[in-house]
C-alpha cells in the first residue's frame, strides 16, 4: 500500500496509537487496509506495550504495509501527536487500536477534502458494536445530531464528532494545535473545538466506521472522564478568542456537564454525589428538569440512599414480572 510519489497531493496518514491492545491491533490495520481508497500510509505508535504487540506488528513492518514508531508510555495524545509528527500526507485520520473502518470510509472522505478548501475536516458516523458478540447495538447518529459547517456552538455543548471517524487537513493541524497531552480523556474532543474555530467541519451522514465496546474502554472510567471533561470546558472558556456565541453557552455547557455526570452517579448507586450534580445543573439551568430521567433521579437521591434503593429494587421486580408475562427482554430496563 506505498502511494505512488505522483500521488501525495491526496495521500492520508492514518495514525493509530496503541498500548497493550495485542487482541485489537491487526484487526484494526487489516480495516485501513481494506480501504478502496488506496492513497494511505500507516503510522503505529506503540505507547509502550509491554504485550506482544511488536511482534504480532513485525510481518506488516517488513512488507512496508506500516511504519512503526516505538516511544515509552506517554498516554494517548503524545502517541498521536508523534504519529502527526511522522506523516507525510496532506491529511491525517486517526484510529483507535480497538475501533475499524469500514471500506468505504476515505472513498467518502477525501474527496471532500480535495474540492471544498474551506472544509478542514470531515467525519462520519459509526456503529456501535459488542467485542465479545460482534453484534452491532446501534450507530452514533441515533444518540446525538451531526452538524456540518460551523459547528462551533455544538461542539462546545457536546462532542458530536465519533473517535474513529475525522480526517483532517495536516494544515489545519498545524494551525490549531496538536493533542493536549496533559489530557488523559477528551483529548479528540479538546482538538476537534479547536479545529471549529479555524474552519468548516463536514459530516457524511454514513456509519462508516465502528466503535468497539469493551470492559477497557477509557469512557467507562467515569471520574476520570469527568475530570478531564471538566479540564476541556475551562480551557474553552478561559480562551479569550472564543466567539460570543461561544462564551454565551458557559452557562447551558456546565448544566449539560453537572446533569450527565449526575445521572452517571445514580446509576451506580452513588446518591449523595448524583444529588450535588444534580441540584448544580438545575441551578445552572432549571429547564435541566425537563430532561428525561433528570426529575426522577433528583428526587430519589433528595429522599436519601434508602428510598431509592426501595424504589429501584421494587421497579425491577415489577418490570421483570412484566417481562416475563409479555416476553420482553430485561435488557430493555430503563431506570431509575
Known amino acids: 500500500m506505498r502511494p505512488s510519489r505522483n500521488s501525495y497531493r491526496s495521500l492520508v496518514s492514518v495514525v493509530i496509537p496503541t498500548y497493550n491492545s495485542a487482541s485489537y491491533i491487526v484487526e484494526a490495520i487489516e480495516s485501513v487496509l481494506g480501504q478502496t481508497f488506496r492513497n494511505v500510509e500507516i503510522i503505529v505508535v506503540d505507547d509502550g506495550s509491554r504485550d506482544h504487540t511488536k511482534d504480532l506488528l513485525k510481518p506488516y513492518v517488513e512488507s512496508g504495509a506500516i511504519r512503526y514508531i516505538y516511544q515509552n508510555n506517554r498516554g494517548p495524545s503524545a502517541a498521536k501527536n508523534m504519529g502527526i509528527r511522522a506523516a507525510r500526507g496532506a491529511y491525517v485520520a486517526f484510529l483507535d487500536s480497538d475501533d475499524l473502518w469500514l ?71 498545524e494551525r490549531a494545535g496538536l493533542f493536549d497531552e496533559n489530557l488523559l480523556a477528551c483529548e479528540d474532543w479538546d482538538l476537534w473545538i479547536r479545529i471549529a474555530k479555524t474552519c468548516e467541519i463536514y459530516y457524511v451522514d454514513l456509519p462508516l466506521a465502528k466503535y468497539r465496546l469493551h470492559t477497557s474502554n477509557t469512557s467507562r472510567d467515569i471520574e476520570r472522564m469527568r475530570r ?101 427482554s430485561k435488557a430493555g430496563e430503563s431506570l431509575p
Open 228 to 328: 478531564n471533561h471538566l479540564a476541556v470546558y475551562r480551557k474553552v472558556f478561559a480562551d479569550p478568542n472564543l466567539p460570543k456565541d461561544g462564551m454565551k453557552l458557559r452557562q447551558l455547557a456546565y448544566s449539560n456537564f453537572y446533569g450527565e455526570y449526575g445521572l452517571w452517579r445514580f446509576f451506580r448507586e452513588e446518591y449523595e454525589l448524583a444529588r450535588i450534580d444534580l441540584l448544580q445543573a438545575v441551578k445552572l439551568n432549571p429547564l435541566a428538569l425537563l430532561n428525561w430521567p433528570v426529575l426522577p433521579c433528583l428526587i430519589c437521591s433528595l429522599l436519601g440512599a434508602r428510598f431509592t434503593t426501595r424504589v429501584r429494587s421494587y421497579k425491577r421486580k415489577v418490570f421483570s414480572r412484566f417481562s416475563s408475562w409479555r416476553g420482553i
Open 103 to 173: 471500506p468505504e470510509k476515505l472513498a467518502l472522505q477525501v474527496p471532500i477534502l480535495d474540492t471544498r478548501q474551506e472544509v478542514g475536516m470531515v467525519y462520519t458516523g459509526s456503529q456501535l458494536f459488542n467485542d465479545q458478540t460482534k453484534a452491532i447495538i446501534g450507530i452514533h447518529q441515533e444518540r446525538t445530531p451531526h452538524p456540518s459547517g460551523r459547528i462551533l456552538s455544538q461542539l462546545v455543548l457536546e462532542n458530536v464528532v465519533p473517535s474513529p471517524t475525522p480526517v483532517v487537513r495536516r494544515s489545519i493541524l
